[in-house]
């Protein structure tokens, strides 16, 4: 039997290839200076779904994101790789939004999908990096949860039962629970596939259309604002988000602080004597 999936994806800025320009003077992110590419581990959640959707015939991969116009480029991505259908959550209402207020947001979006079995999501973004989104949006739905799943091993919907693998410190557990659950995912998964080429030539004019369709319509990427997804406007960005950042830092290391270890044994040896000495370990 089929299976209703929804897959939870973020573009973020490519923290993991920093240049010297990446933060601005005021320590917030030079967004400009850094490419826009897909959540790395969000693309192993995708994987898991559409491994799911390979076993069992009938199974509808659908994915959102809750970002700028521009974030229709990784519904794209999905597209490419096998998704059904897409949903930007996009309105200038989501400005601001911290992880209560995004997570309210992908809550609503995934009750207008309709019914689901499994949500599956990156456990942690590489700019926001808090891990919260997954959590907070299992916890809004009030579904179960499973965080750090490296691989599904079964899915019983007839019991209405998934068995995960999910790592712990040094080494992984299986894990048991009712559906629907929402599964994060880390990067140790199989390798993600790529995509299709006749599904690129398919999907390479989709963009997200407005006014939403709901899932069976045919559309592949909808566009879904606050209205469509029945949020509370008070409850969506930064008027929904009692974070409050106090100061930000910004970190630049200089050359004073940069000390060259030989890598050699006797330079491992020397730093670990020094960082004894000065009780960083020990
Ligand atoms: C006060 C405040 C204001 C902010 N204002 C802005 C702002 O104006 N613009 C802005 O871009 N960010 C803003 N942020 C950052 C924003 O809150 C986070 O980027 C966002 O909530 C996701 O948190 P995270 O990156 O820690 O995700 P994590 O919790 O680390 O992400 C885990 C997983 O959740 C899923 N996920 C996370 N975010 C999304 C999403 N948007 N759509 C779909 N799936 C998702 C992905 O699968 C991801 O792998 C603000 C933060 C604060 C504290």
Request: charged share 20%; net charge negative.
């Amino acid at each position: 039997m089929g299976l209703n999936l929804i897959v939870l994806v973020k573009q973020v800025p490519d923290t993991q290839n920093i240049t010297g320009d990446a933060m601005k003077e005021d320590g917030t992110v030079n967004r400009a200076a850094l490419p826009a590419i897909f959540n790395p581990e969000d693309l192993y959640a995708l994987e898991g779904a559409l491994q799911l959707k390979d076993k069992f015939p009938g199974t509808r991969v659908n994915v959102i994101t809750m970002g700028p116009p521009a974030a229709q480029a990784v519904l794209k991505e999905c597209l490419y790789r096998g998704a059904d259908f897409t949903a930007l959550v996009s309105d200038r209402g989501f400005a601001g939004a911290d992880t209560l207020a995004t997570s309210y947001a992908l809550k609503c979006a995934i009750e207008k999908t309709g019914k689901y079995d499994l949500i599956l999501s990156g456990r942690q973004a590489i700019d926001g990096d808090t891990a919260q989104v997954g959590p907070q949006t299992a916890e809004k739905l009030g579904c179960n949860q499973i965080t750090c799943v490296s691989r599904i091993e079964t899915v019983d919907s007839s019991a209405g039962e998934i068995i995960a693998r999910r790592s712990i410190e040094g080494g992984w557990e299986r894990v048991k629970a009712k559906l629907p659950v929402l599964a994060t995912f880390t990067g140790e998964g199989e390798a993600p596939r790529p995509a299709s080429a006749k599904k690129l030539m398919t999907y390479k004019n989709a963009s997200p259309q407005a006014p939403a369709g709901i899932v069976d319509t045919g559309t592949a990427m909808a566009l879904w604002d606050i209205p469509a997804i029945k949020a509370d406007p008070v409850q969506c960005g930064l008027s929904g988000s009692p974070t409050k950042v106090k100061t930000i830092t910004s970190v630049v290391l200089t050359a004073g602080e940069i000390k060259y270890v030989d890598p050699g044994e006797p330079g491992i040896t020397e730093l670990v004597h020094e960082l004894i000495a000065d009780h960083t370990l020990g």
